[in-house]
């Protein structure tokens, strides 16, 4: 008998430790994706920049950001166009998206009514009179 019997017990505390260290982004990350956030890298408020801004594009609301994978984003939208879009304008709005934001699948919904209006939105749910009223606080 040597005495070391607190040896076993001391190096497993330490494996342990060192196993829930190195585990714990893994486990945060896994976290984030089933709950379905926004991925870090992704700044959503830019991402309603960038579709407001789009010619024609008069509001924007419904919008959700998500990890559909370790590798690939997700997004739906829907626009407010009262003149209307194209099929040339919703790839070309995919494509820069997915060059601009790394979001990978995207769906867009373009609406000719004023939907946050009439649907009972208030201003805080359609985008850029969100945006306008948190910079006039």
């Known amino acids: 008998a040597t005495g070391w019997q607190w ?8 494996i342990a430790i060192v196993v829930l ?7 945060r990350d896994s976290f984030h994706l089933t709950m379905a956030g926004v ?13 407001s801004e789009l010619p024609g594009v008069k509001d924007v609301h419904d919008l959700h950001i998500w990890a559909g994978s ?4 997700m997004l739906t939208a829907h626009l ?10 919703l790839h070309a709005t995919a494509k820069q998206l997915h060059h601009d934001f790394q979001i990978h699948h995207v769906t867009l919904q373009m609406e000719q009514g004023d939907v946050c209006s009439t649907r009972g939105h208030d201003s ?13 606080k």
């Open 39 to 51: 991925p870090a890298d992704i700044d959503s408020e830019k991402v309603l920049d960038f579709l």
């Open 21 to 27: 260290i190195a585990g714990w982004s893994l486990l």
């Open 7 to 14: 040896l076993d017990p001391l190096v497993s505390i330490v």
């Open 124 to 136: 805080g749910k359609c985008w850029p009179e969100q945006k306008k009223e948190r910079e006039e």
């Open 80 to 89: 407010v166009m009262p003149d209307g879009g194209t099929d040339e304008f």
């Open 70 to 73: 370790t590798t690939e984003n």
